[in-house]
Nanobody, 123 residues
Framework: QVQLVESGGGLVQAGGSLRLSCAAS????????VGWFRQAPGKEREFVAA????????DYADSVKGRFTISRDNPKNTVYLQMNSLKPEDTAVYYC????????????????WGQGTQVTVSS
């Protein structure tokens, strides 16, 4: 069982930056691929970014490419999502998720989820 805890959300003006963190409870976290997803009110949960266990492979949604960067620090059991040039449409609850295997973009392939952290971008 893997427990994930997100942090770093908040209120920021358009054009600003935030860094989200996803801390995992397991010491085998380095074996897991991790994804970030987001869900805005009334919308389905959508893929944002993902990183492989070794950090050698990353993937991004087109809407965040060039603005968001996913990274990980395996000795600290933590994955980060650096979000720059934030837009009001980035407002959502952001979730991290983990799976024991290759990186993926679909919600239903991830086995473990955090509780989410709210990101609000004002115009």
């Amino acid at each position: 069982q893997v427990q994930l805890v997100e942090s770093g959300g908040g209120l920021v003006q358009a054009g600003g930056s935030l860094r989200l963190s996803c801390a995992a409870s397991t010491r085998t976290f380095s074996n897991y691929a991790v994804g970030w997803f987001r869900q805005a009110p009334g919308k389905e949960r959508e893929f944002v970014a993902a990183i492989s266990w070794s950090a050698g492979n990353t993937d991004y949604a087109d809407s965040v490419k060039g603005r968001f960067t996913i990274s990980r620090d395996n000795p600290k059991n933590t994955v980060y999502l650096q979000m720059n040039s934030l837009k009001p449409e980035d407002t959502a609850v952001y979730y991290c998720a983990a799976r024991f295997d290759f990186v993926g973009t679909r919600v239903n392939i991830y086995d473990y989820w955090g509780q989410g952290t709210q990101v609000t971008v004002s115009s």
